[in-house]
């Protein structure tokens, strides 16, 4: 009976044994598998036979112990060990490991599968996936590249072909405009030739007699008529605070079929184009001496612009052209004056393209409070006739600093452009460093010191954050997310079912996969541009091996020696 006991438990010794050396070497074999976790095997006593049973002590005798004999060993586990294998960095933008707790998800042919091993690519479709062609899932984005948490999507990271522009909502400015300079009071004006609506040059025109019926003196006292039915007028050579306004047509007619920029019948009808491509304010109050606008005085158009040196308008002799040739020219009767100061600064529509806009500051007051600055915009990419964009005060303090704005925001029309319209943007004077100020100063600078629109960009680059957000990195300088890599936490690790290829699928004791965002529920944080490695060690590994191949020796001995003695006791009974 003690033989077979022998020989049953030197079997299963030798059986378990190799079991070990099986895991010892599936170990060393994934040594340099990316994320490998390694197996653990542990052993329990298999039957435990009692030969006689144990005794309590009495008034004349001790106690006695049972005695028993062991029958064998039996696997008790196998389990893996989830620890974190140490992090290798690569460089490859694709590259993911996690620190922690936690596995990715891909979709392999239709069925969720969970790994470690984070060496994906991307295909042709700009799929993220790994080795085999499982699509990560992860959180994708909307419409404002906010990531969307909940629904799982496939990641696609378009590099070289997903493009984006924005449009400017918001200009900061700095500098300083100068409290020293003058007040201005007065805008500048320029008048016309005398205009007459008879041959006879004996009626001054009025802002409804027709363009048709308009007359110069020749210097004969006979009129040259200067326009005719479907003639176009065209407007170039105007400065206003020495830039240059761009050119304008205005045809004459009821309609407009030269594909002028405006077209009108009546002297009144010119002269409200006039106002709206020189870019006058008016509705800024009248004063005893400045009343901006375009209007009819003794028969001579008059263009009186809006105060301050920068807002002055010029026009050369040939400024105003019938087909070509000069119909009459302006002349300047009074400069502009004041302190003044203009800046451009270039902004971009929801399609990227430039919104080039033009500010004036002009020093309208100073009091024993302090000085007030007003801003005029305009720009020569709006869309409709006025240039005009919109006007507001800046109050400084005795000490130059910036109290108040009225009115921050201007509106830029984009019809017919594709973008969106209008074009709303708020102008930032004032941030905690107070970066607009009002001293003395030679001159004023004042400039757009950023802005946050930006023209048409291409996703060049990208890379993963902590929290597993991708975010790419476009060719106009955007830093925009592209999605979010989740990770899959499961209650019970060593529950799950290795599928192959480095893939999990859960099991009814592994608990069902919650999917969070990395660093949250319990889950580890994304490694970016990095692989885990296996957390094999191959010295744990050599002494299981030598464990295993002793173990082995030694059970293999104990069965050659029992065969020995079963052959001795086979000759003593013969």
Do not use: C
């Not at 930032?428 to 100020?437: L, M, S």
């Amino acid at each position: 009976m003690a033989l077979q006991t022998a020989l049953f438990s030197s079997l299963t010794g030798i059986t378990s044994n190799a079991k070990l050396l099986a895991v010892a070497g599936n170990n060393i074999a994934n040594v340099n598998t990316t994320a490998y976790k390694k197996s653990r095997i542990t052993f329990e006593t298999q039957i435990s036979q009692r030969i006689t049973s144990g005794s309590a002590p009495t008034g004349t005798l001790g106690g006695t112990n049972p005695t028993q004999m062991g029958l064998g060993v039996r696997t008790s586990t196998i389990t893996r060990d989830f620890s974190t294998g140490s992090l290798q960095p690569t460089g490859v933008n694709t590259d993911m490991a996690i620190e922690g707790n936690g596995f990715f998800i891909v979709n392999t042919e239709g069925n969720t599968r969970y790994t470690r091993t984070g060496n994906f690519v991307l295909d042709r479709s700009f799929n993220l996936v790994n080795a085999d062609g499982g699509l990560v899932q992860g959180f994708g984005i909307d419409e404002n590249f906010d990531v969307v948490e909940g629904l799982l999507v496939n990641l696609t990271i378009p590099t070289g072909v997903l493009t984006i522009a924005e449009a400017t909502e918001n200009v900061t400015f700095a500098g300083n405009l100068n409290a020293g300079g003058d007040v201005a009071t007065v805008g500048s004006i320029s008048t016309s030739a005398v205009l007459y609506s008879d041959a006879l040059v004996t009626t001054q025109a009025l802002g409804t007699d027709a363009l048709t019926s308009l007359f110069k003196d020749d210097g004969t006292g006979t009129g040259t008529a200067l326009y005719a039915l479907g003639d176009v007028i065209t407007i170039a050579g105007v400065a206003k605070g020495g830039a240059a306004i761009a050119d304008r047509t205005f045809e004459i007619g009821p309609a407009n079929t030269t594909n002028s920029h405006d077209f009108g019948t009546t002297l009144d009808d010119f002269t409200a184009f006039l106002d709206e491509i020189l870019g006058i304010d008016t509705s800024r109050p009248t004063t005893a001496t400045s009343t901006p606008g375009v209007t009819i005085v003794a028969g001579q158009i008059l263009v009186e612009s809006n105060i301050g040196e920068d807002n002055g308008i010029l026009f050369s002799a040939s400024s105003i052209k019938n087909n070509n040739a000069v119909s009459y020219g302006f002349t300047g009767t009074q400069d502009a004056n004041g302190g003044s100061t203009r800046t451009t600064f270039i902004t971009f529509d929801s399609l990227g393209s430039e919104v080039v806009i033009d500010l004036r500051f002009v020093l309208e007051s100073k009091t024993t409070t302090g000085a007030t600055w007003r801003y005029y915009a305009d720009s020569t990419d709006d869309t409709d006739l006025d240039l005009f964009l919109g006007t507001g005060v800046l109050s400084f303090d005795t000490e130059g600093n910036l109290l108040t704005v009225s009115n921050p925001s201007i509106s830029i029309d984009r019809l017919n452009t594709g973008a969106v319209t209008p074009m709303n943007i708020t102008l930032k004077f004032a941030d905690p460093f107070n970066t607009v100020t009002s001293l003395t100063d030679t001159s004023s600078q004042i400039a757009a010191r950023n802005q946050d629109g930006s023209q048409i960009g291409t996703l060049e680059d990208f890379s993963v954050g902590e929290d597993g957000t991708i975010s790419g990195v476009f060719s106009n300088g955007l830093l925009r997310n592209l999605g979010r890599v989740p990770i899959a936490v499961f209650a019970n690790n060593n529950g799950l079912e290795e599928f192959g290829g480095s893939l999990y699928r859960p099991t009814i004791n592994s608990g069902i996969a919650t999917v969070v965002s990395a660093g949250q529920g319990g889950s580890g944080r994304v490694i970016g541009r990095a692989l885990e490695l296996s957390n094999v060690e191959l010295a744990e590994e050599f002494i299981n091996l030598i464990s295993a191949s002793t173990g082995f020796s030694a059970n293999s001995r104990v069965l050659t020696t029992s065969d020995e003695l079963i052959q001795e006791l086979l000759a003593a009974v013969r």
